[in-house]
């Protein structure tokens, strides 16, 4: 059964734009590849972090709102944190 979740990205800054939307398309391609569907997206643009990530600065900030079954978010969570260019993600379920 799947469920409705808001997917949280900070992408790092030094990668380039080209690199940022290969990041977020490669998201896109994992979601889809466990069953799930990206219902909406929002760019939110660089923006300083309140403090040091991962030696990171600055982040580029992504929500995405996807339809995933929710055995599957356990997983998506982990590919995520293997992700060089993804400094933090947040996966929330919305009610």
């Known amino acids: 059964m799947s469920q409705t979740y808001e997917l949280a990205l900070i992408l790092k800054v030094g990668v ?34 309140a403090f040091a990530i991962k030696k990171e600065k600055e982040g580029h900030y992504f929500v995405l709102t996807v339809n995933l079954p929710a055995k599957q978010v356990k997983a ?20």
């Open 76 to 95: 998506l969570s982990q590919k995520l944190t293997a992700s060089d260019n993804i400094v933090r993600h947040l996966v929330l379920r919305k009610e």
């Open 16 to 49: 380039g734009s080209d690199t940022v939307e290969k990041a977020v398309a490669g998201v896109k391609k994992q979601i889809d590849s466990m069953g799930g569907k990206v219902k909406s997206e929002q760019d939110l643009g660089k923006r300083i972090l």
